[in-house]
Protein backbone atom coordinates (compact mmCIF):
# COMPACT_ATOMS: atom_id res chain seq x y z
CA UNK A 1 0.00 0.00 0.00
CA UNK A 2 1.59 3.81 -0.89
CA UNK A 3 -0.14 6.57 0.69
CA UNK A 4 1.32 9.88 -0.90
CA UNK A 5 0.98 13.17 -0.19
CA UNK A 6 -2.65 12.74 1.74
CA UNK A 7 -4.48 16.23 2.87
CA UNK A 8 -7.11 16.71 5.00
CA UNK A 9 -9.05 19.42 5.78
CA UNK A 10 -11.22 20.30 8.83
CA UNK A 11 -13.19 23.55 8.39
CA UNK A 12 -9.98 25.08 6.73
CA UNK A 13 -7.44 23.80 8.59
CA UNK A 14 -5.23 21.34 7.20
CA UNK A 15 -4.59 18.78 9.88
CA UNK A 16 -3.07 15.85 7.79
CA UNK A 17 -0.67 18.05 5.53
CA UNK A 18 1.34 16.38 2.62
CA UNK A 19 1.39 12.54 4.59
CA UNK A 20 3.35 10.01 2.19
CA UNK A 21 4.66 6.39 3.05
CA UNK A 22 4.86 3.03 1.55
CA UNK A 23 3.57 -0.02 4.15
CA UNK A 24 5.80 -2.80 3.68
CA UNK A 25 3.67 -6.46 3.06
CA UNK A 26 3.65 -8.69 6.02
CA UNK A 27 4.75 -6.41 8.33
CA UNK A 28 3.79 -4.55 11.32
CA UNK A 29 3.66 -0.77 11.25
CA UNK A 30 3.13 1.90 13.99
CA UNK A 31 1.66 5.47 13.67
CA UNK A 32 2.99 6.88 16.90
CA UNK A 33 2.47 11.21 17.73
CA UNK A 34 0.87 13.14 20.37
CA UNK A 35 -2.84 13.52 20.30
CA UNK A 36 -4.40 15.61 17.66
CA UNK A 37 -1.09 14.97 15.13
CA UNK A 38 -3.63 13.36 12.51
CA UNK A 39 -3.02 9.53 12.96
CA UNK A 40 -6.62 8.57 13.20
CA UNK A 41 -7.10 10.78 10.58
CA UNK A 42 -5.08 8.78 7.97
CA UNK A 43 -6.16 5.63 8.97
CA UNK A 44 -9.46 6.93 8.74
CA UNK A 45 -8.43 8.13 5.22
CA UNK A 46 -6.40 4.75 4.36
CA UNK A 47 -10.26 2.48 5.23
CA UNK A 48 -12.38 5.20 3.16
CA UNK A 49 -14.25 5.75 6.21
CA UNK A 50 -13.23 9.63 5.94
CA UNK A 51 -12.56 11.52 2.52
CA UNK A 52 -9.47 12.85 1.66
CA UNK A 53 -9.51 16.27 0.48
CA UNK A 54 -5.77 15.36 -1.31
CA UNK A 55 -3.56 12.99 -2.37
CA UNK A 56 -3.51 8.67 -2.98
CA UNK A 57 -4.18 5.68 -1.34
CA UNK A 58 -2.85 3.04 -3.84
CA UNK A 59 -3.61 -0.25 -2.89
CA UNK A 60 -3.44 -3.57 -4.64
CA UNK A 61 -2.44 -1.32 -8.02
CA UNK A 62 -5.45 0.95 -7.78
CA UNK A 63 -6.27 4.09 -6.05
CA UNK A 64 -8.88 2.80 -2.92
CA UNK A 65 -12.08 5.28 -4.32
CA UNK A 66 -11.79 2.30 -7.47
CA UNK A 67 -12.61 -0.43 -4.82
CA UNK A 68 -16.30 -1.58 -4.30
CA UNK A 69 -17.02 -1.65 -0.43
CA UNK A 70 -17.39 -5.07 0.28
CA UNK A 71 -14.37 -5.92 -2.08
CA UNK A 72 -12.65 -3.32 -0.07
CA UNK A 73 -14.03 -5.20 3.37
CA UNK A 74 -13.04 -8.29 2.08
CA UNK A 75 -8.62 -7.02 1.85
CA UNK A 76 -8.60 -3.92 5.03
CA UNK A 77 -9.97 -4.73 8.08
CA UNK A 78 -9.89 -1.65 10.61
CA UNK A 79 -10.85 -1.25 14.69
CA UNK A 80 -11.74 2.29 14.93
CA UNK A 81 -10.31 4.36 18.34
CA UNK A 82 -14.13 3.98 19.88
CA UNK A 83 -15.02 1.05 18.56
CA UNK A 84 -17.79 0.59 20.55
CA UNK A 85 -20.84 -1.37 18.67
CA UNK A 86 -24.01 0.56 20.62
CA UNK A 87 -26.10 -2.96 20.27
CA UNK A 88 -26.43 -6.30 22.47
CA UNK A 89 -24.33 -8.37 21.06
CA UNK A 90 -22.94 -11.40 22.36
CA UNK A 91 -19.42 -12.81 21.56
CA UNK A 92 -20.54 -14.98 19.00
CA UNK A 93 -22.76 -12.60 17.26
CA UNK A 94 -19.84 -9.47 17.29
CA UNK A 95 -17.52 -12.27 15.89
CA UNK A 96 -20.34 -13.15 13.01
CA UNK A 97 -20.16 -9.57 12.12
CA UNK A 98 -17.23 -10.28 10.69
CA UNK A 99 -18.00 -12.29 7.92
CA UNK A 100 -20.99 -9.71 6.49
CA UNK A 101 -19.08 -8.64 3.53
CA UNK A 102 -18.81 -12.48 2.37
CA UNK A 103 -22.47 -13.80 3.46
CA UNK A 104 -24.76 -10.86 3.86
CA UNK A 105 -26.76 -11.62 7.17
CA UNK A 106 -26.99 -15.66 6.30
CA UNK A 107 -23.97 -17.34 7.68
CA UNK A 108 -22.74 -20.57 5.61
CA UNK A 109 -21.42 -23.53 7.54
CA UNK A 110 -17.97 -22.10 6.08
CA UNK A 111 -18.70 -18.89 7.80
CA UNK A 112 -19.13 -20.80 11.08
CA UNK A 113 -16.16 -22.70 10.96
CA UNK A 114 -14.08 -19.44 10.12
CA UNK A 115 -16.20 -17.46 13.05
CA UNK A 116 -15.39 -20.33 15.44
CA UNK A 117 -11.93 -20.76 14.62
CA UNK A 118 -11.28 -16.73 15.05
CA UNK A 119 -13.44 -17.18 18.70
CA UNK A 120 -11.11 -20.33 19.36
CA UNK A 121 -7.82 -18.41 18.24
CA UNK A 122 -8.66 -15.21 20.78
CA UNK A 123 -9.32 -18.35 23.10
CA UNK A 124 -12.83 -16.76 24.08
CA UNK A 125 -14.58 -19.91 23.55
CA UNK A 126 -16.04 -19.91 27.31
CA UNK A 127 -17.44 -16.61 26.61
CA UNK A 128 -19.23 -17.00 22.96
CA UNK A 129 -22.58 -16.79 24.43
CA UNK A 130 -21.34 -13.53 26.34
CA UNK A 131 -22.99 -9.80 26.05
CA UNK A 132 -19.87 -7.90 24.87
CA UNK A 133 -20.36 -4.99 27.17
CA UNK A 134 -20.83 -7.56 30.22
CA UNK A 135 -16.72 -8.74 29.16
CA UNK A 136 -13.34 -6.74 31.00
CA UNK A 137 -11.39 -4.16 28.67
CA UNK A 138 -9.41 -6.94 27.75
CA UNK A 139 -11.87 -9.54 26.96
CA UNK A 140 -13.54 -7.31 24.73
CA UNK A 141 -10.64 -6.03 22.95
CA UNK A 142 -10.10 -9.67 21.77
CA UNK A 143 -13.76 -10.21 20.89
CA UNK A 144 -13.65 -7.09 18.21
CA UNK A 145 -9.78 -8.69 17.11
CA UNK A 146 -11.56 -12.00 17.04
CA UNK A 147 -14.33 -10.17 14.15
CA UNK A 148 -11.22 -9.03 12.43
CA UNK A 149 -10.02 -12.16 11.96
CA UNK A 150 -12.92 -13.54 10.84
CA UNK A 151 -12.88 -10.81 8.29
CA UNK A 152 -10.57 -13.13 7.08
CA UNK A 153 -8.06 -9.75 5.49
CA UNK A 154 -4.82 -9.17 4.35
CA UNK A 155 -4.70 -5.86 5.80
CA UNK A 156 -5.77 -4.83 9.73
CA UNK A 157 -5.53 -1.24 10.83
CA UNK A 158 -6.06 -1.39 14.56
CA UNK A 159 -6.40 2.67 15.94
CA UNK A 160 -5.09 2.53 19.93
CA UNK A 161 -5.67 -0.93 20.35
CA UNK A 162 -4.19 -0.90 23.84
CA UNK A 163 -6.61 2.03 24.65
CA UNK A 164 -8.30 1.45 28.26
CA UNK A 165 -6.15 -1.83 29.44
CA UNK A 166 -3.78 -1.62 32.50
CA UNK A 167 0.19 -2.73 31.64
CA UNK A 168 -0.72 -6.27 31.67
CA UNK A 169 -4.19 -6.54 29.46
CA UNK A 170 -2.07 -4.08 26.80
CA UNK A 171 1.44 -6.42 26.52
CA UNK A 172 -1.09 -9.01 25.90
CA UNK A 173 -2.95 -7.09 23.39
CA UNK A 174 0.26 -5.92 21.85
CA UNK A 175 1.59 -10.32 21.62
CA UNK A 176 -1.60 -10.61 19.80
CA UNK A 177 -0.72 -8.20 17.50
CA UNK A 178 2.32 -9.49 16.87
CA UNK A 179 0.87 -12.86 16.31
CA UNK A 180 -1.60 -11.52 13.82
CA UNK A 181 1.58 -10.57 11.42
CA UNK A 182 3.37 -13.64 12.45
CA UNK A 183 0.92 -16.51 12.67
CA UNK A 184 -1.58 -15.14 10.24
CA UNK A 185 0.45 -13.36 7.67
CA UNK A 186 -1.26 -10.17 7.79
CA UNK A 187 0.22 -6.82 7.32
CA UNK A 188 -1.07 -4.68 10.22
CA UNK A 189 -1.30 -0.99 11.55
CA UNK A 190 -1.39 0.44 14.17
CA UNK A 191 -1.99 3.62 16.28
CA UNK A 192 0.16 3.24 19.57
CA UNK A 193 0.68 6.29 22.36
CA UNK A 194 3.30 4.09 24.34
CA UNK A 195 6.53 4.72 21.83
CA UNK A 196 7.76 1.60 23.78
CA UNK A 197 5.11 -0.95 22.40
CA UNK A 198 5.76 0.66 18.90
CA UNK A 199 9.13 0.03 19.52
CA UNK A 200 8.97 -3.73 21.05
CA UNK A 201 6.42 -4.98 18.82
CA UNK A 202 6.64 -3.08 15.36
CA UNK A 203 8.67 -3.46 12.06
CA UNK A 204 8.50 0.00 11.33
CA UNK A 205 7.33 3.07 13.12
CA UNK A 206 5.74 6.23 11.26
CA UNK A 207 6.30 9.43 13.76
CA UNK A 208 3.72 12.01 13.35
CA UNK A 209 3.73 15.71 14.43
CA UNK A 210 1.36 18.78 13.83
CA UNK A 211 -0.21 16.64 10.55
CA UNK A 212 3.15 15.35 8.97
CA UNK A 213 5.68 12.79 9.18
CA UNK A 214 8.43 13.95 11.10
CA UNK A 215 10.12 10.27 10.59
CA UNK A 216 9.22 7.14 9.01
CA UNK A 217 12.18 3.99 9.15
CA UNK A 218 12.48 0.71 11.15
CA UNK A 219 12.31 0.89 14.40
CA UNK A 220 16.00 0.77 14.85
CA UNK A 221 15.96 3.77 12.72
CA UNK A 222 13.58 6.11 14.44
CA UNK A 223 14.00 5.39 17.56
CA UNK A 224 17.25 6.91 18.38
CA UNK A 225 17.98 9.69 20.87
CA UNK A 226 19.08 12.60 18.62
CA UNK A 227 15.82 11.43 16.30
CA UNK A 228 12.98 11.17 18.93
CA UNK A 229 14.19 14.32 21.14
CA UNK A 230 14.37 16.41 18.03
CA UNK A 231 10.65 15.55 17.04
CA UNK A 232 9.24 15.59 20.10
CA UNK A 233 11.14 18.14 22.37
CA UNK A 234 11.65 15.43 25.22
CA UNK A 235 14.85 14.35 26.49
CA UNK A 236 14.80 10.76 25.66
CA UNK A 237 17.32 7.94 26.59
CA UNK A 238 17.92 5.08 24.39
CA UNK A 239 18.61 1.49 25.73
CA UNK A 240 18.90 -1.87 23.96
CA UNK A 241 16.36 -4.50 25.56
CA UNK A 242 16.52 -8.37 23.89
CA UNK A 243 18.30 -6.43 21.00
CA UNK A 244 15.46 -3.90 20.55
CA UNK A 245 15.68 -0.21 21.23
CA UNK A 246 13.62 0.99 24.17
CA UNK A 247 13.24 4.89 25.34
CA UNK A 248 13.28 6.51 28.50
CA UNK A 249 11.89 10.00 28.25
CA UNK A 250 12.14 12.58 31.23
N1 LIG B 1 -14.57 15.25 12.48
C1 LIG B 1 -13.73 16.24 12.78
N2 LIG B 1 -14.09 17.53 12.66
C2 LIG B 1 -13.23 18.54 12.94
N3 LIG B 1 -11.94 18.35 13.35
C3 LIG B 1 -11.52 17.09 13.48
C4 LIG B 1 -12.38 15.97 13.20
N4 LIG B 1 -11.66 14.83 13.40
C5 LIG B 1 -10.43 15.21 13.80
N5 LIG B 1 -10.34 16.56 13.84
C6 LIG B 1 -9.15 17.34 14.21
O1 LIG B 1 -8.08 16.89 13.38
C7 LIG B 1 -6.86 16.83 14.10
C8 LIG B 1 -6.27 15.44 13.99
O2 LIG B 1 -7.10 14.52 14.69
P1 LIG B 1 -6.81 12.98 14.79
O3 LIG B 1 -6.52 12.45 13.44
O4 LIG B 1 -7.94 12.36 15.53
O5 LIG B 1 -5.48 12.95 15.66
P2 LIG B 1 -4.78 11.76 16.47
O6 LIG B 1 -5.45 10.47 16.11
O7 LIG B 1 -3.34 11.80 16.06
O8 LIG B 1 -4.94 12.09 17.92
C9 LIG B 1 -7.18 17.25 15.52
O9 LIG B 1 -6.85 18.61 15.66
C10 LIG B 1 -8.67 17.04 15.63
O10 LIG B 1 -9.24 17.93 16.54
MG1 LIG C 1 -6.46 9.15 17.33
Known amino acids: MIIDKLTKKYDGKEVVQG ?90 PEDERIVDQAIRYMELDSFRDRFIDELSGGQRQRAYIAMVIAQDTEYVLLDEPTNNLDIYHATNMMKIVRRLCDELGKTVILVLHEINYAAFYSDYICAFKDGKIAKFGTVQEVMTKETLSRIYDVDFEIMEIEGKPLSIYY
Not at 48 to 61: K, Y
Open 19 to 108: VSFEIPKGKVLSLIGPNGAGKSTVMGVISRLIARDGGEVEFEGADISKWKSKELAKRLAILTQSNNIQMKLTVEELVAFGRFPYCGGRLT
